[in-house]
Each structure stands twice: as C-alpha cells, then as structure tokens.
C-alpha cells in the first residue's frame, strides 16, 4: 500500500508530491506543524491537535482556523485512502509561496500539506527495557510551545546524543532545570508522585502529556506540574516521556546511570496500560 500525501486538498501518491522551492516553508522554515496517529483506525486526540495548530498559527501571525481550512475532513479521508491498520499522520502549514523576501508578502495562499504513513512501531525491547537519555544544553529558540517546523536545533541535539550511544536528548537549562527531549516531554516519578515540567515557552505543550495527566486523574495518583531539576531526575524512582508516535517510553538510564531501579518503574507501566483505554477527559483538568 503505497504513502500519500495531500496538497491543499489534492491527493496523490507520497512520491509524487511537489511543492513550488518559494515556499517559505523551505526558505525560512515559515510553518506551523502536527503529527497525528490513529488508535483502532481513529485519529487520536485530533481535536486537541487541531486547537494546538490554531494557537500556533495565531503565534507565527498567520491566524487560520485548521477546520475552516478543511484539514480534517482531508485526515479523515487520507487515513481511509492509505488503509494502514495505523497510521501517522503529518500536516503542516506555510504561510505559502513568494519570492524570498523576509518581510510577509501580500496576498498569498498558505500550503497545506499532509502525508499518510504506517505509525511507527518502537521495538518490544525498549518498551520492556526503558531508553537512555543523555543530558544536553538547550540551543533552541524562546518560543518552544509554537510548534514550529523549524526543528534544527531539536535534530541537532537528537543526533548528538545518538552519537553518544543514547536514544535522545534530555534538554537541561544552565540551572539545571528539565525541560523536554528533542522531540517528547519528560516525565519523573518521585514518591509515587508524577511529575512533569509545567506549560510554558521552554517547552511544547505536547498533546500526550495532556493525556498522561488525565490517566494520572483516572487512576487516582498524584501528579504536579512543576519543574524539577536533573538532581531530582537522577534521584527519581521512575522516569518516561511521551510523544504522538511513542505514547509512553520508559527511561532507565541517563548518562550512563540506571534511573531508580533502572528498570521500567510501576507507575510507567501502569500510565502506559491506562494509556491505551480510550476515556472523556477530565473535566476539571481542563479549566
Ligand atoms: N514531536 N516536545 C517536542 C519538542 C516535540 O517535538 C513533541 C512531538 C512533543 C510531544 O508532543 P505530542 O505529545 O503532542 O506529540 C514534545 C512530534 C511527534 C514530532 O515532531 O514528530
């Protein structure tokens, strides 16, 4: 079954898809993005997807409504076209076409473009064995909750820590405090406390830790919003992150050293167990 993609509405095949070398999404990373994955066939959390892709809109000053603009209705019909059993699903958003020029040109038609590809799959082993993280400086820019496609420095620093021999970046401020990964928030586990930074600009307000923190309401267990500092990580009992593609990955290890136990904790297992039973949010956590 082959990959496809869609370009302002227009589907055709993955390889087959072009869009003009102006846009100012390849010329000044000019763009605003989601990645979306099925569950049982169904786009996942769409709804939240969607109000986040609006509110970074509205941040680059491009301040269009994803419903109005048809993206999903185009989700819903490329997740039928490709019949993967599940699907990832990427869409992204540029201010559009025109001659390089910094300033915004007038007049101009965003780009909406959206691909259809088999959710990953991450390997059993570590999904039973936890992933090792390894401490770097954050080099991005001050409005991490925008989600930007201008990913440099999150690639960067990923690659980095491969190099290193781990399986992504732990994103530490000079004081020491936590941040995120390269691409998924962090999570600690501390007394039978969850504990995960809070919203702010230093870090994306990913949709799987809104839905984390609802399974913690769900399941009766203590969870904060509040910074910690990597001290506190290394003297957790448990850590994990959490992205669109990977829901809950343990963490066992960073730097070399066996976080807790060093094995996937409880509370990591039981938030990933919980993870996969569909359930209305909660209310209260809304507000
Ligand atoms: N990454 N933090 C960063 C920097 C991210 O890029 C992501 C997602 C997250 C988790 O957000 P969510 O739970 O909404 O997926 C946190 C996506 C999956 C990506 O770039 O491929």
Redesign the pocket.
């Known amino acids: 079954m082959p990959e496809i993609a869609c370009i302002n509405g227009e589907f055709c095949p993955l390889a087959e898809a072009r869009v003009p070398i102006e846009d100012r999404g390849y010329q000044f990373a000019d763009g605003v993005y989601e ?1 979306i994955v099925t569950r049982d066939g169904e786009p996942f959390l769409m709804d939240a ?1 969607l109000d986040r892709m609006a509110r970074s809109l509205r941040l680059i000053n491009l301040p269009l409504d994803p419903r109005a603009l048809g993206i999903p209705q185009w989700i819903n019909a490329g997740i039928e076209r490709c019949a993967f059993a599940e699907v990832m699903v990427y869409v992204q958003v540029t201010r559009g076409v025109a001659a390089r020029n910094h300033n915004f040109p007038d007049g101009i038609a965003p780009n909406v473009i959206l691909t259809f590809k088999p959710k990953p799959v991450y390997p059993v082993k570590l999904r039973e064995g936890g992933v090792e993280l390894k401490t770097l400086a954050d080099i991005r820019w001050a409005r ?1 909750s925008i989600k930007s496609i201008a ?1 440099l420095p ?1 690639i960067l620093l990923k690659e980095q820590a491969r190099q290193a021999g781990g399986f992504d970046a732990l994103i530490v401020d000079p004081a020491g405090i936590v941040r ?6 962090v999570f600690i586990v501390t007394e039978q406390c969850v504990r995960t930074p809070p919203k702010s600009d230093r ?2 307000h ?4 809104e839905h984390v923190l609802d399974c913690c309401a769900r399941l009766g267990l203590m969870a904060r919003e509040e910074d910690f500092t990597i001290d506190d990580l290394r003297a957790a009992d448990e850590a994990f992150i ?4 990977m829901d809950v990955m343990p963490v066992t290890r960073v730097d070399d050293r066996a976080v807790g136990t060093g094995q996937v904790g409880e509370i990591t297992q039981r938030l990933a167990a919980c993870f996969d039973a569909e359930f209305p949010l909660v209310e209260s956590r809304r507000n």
Not at 242 to 245: A, D, E, G, I, L
Request: aromatic share 0%; net charge neutral; charged share 10%.
């Open positions: 990645v997807h991490c990913l999150n995120e990964t390269s691409c998924a928030n870090i994306l990913g949709i799987t830790r959490t992205s669109s593609t």
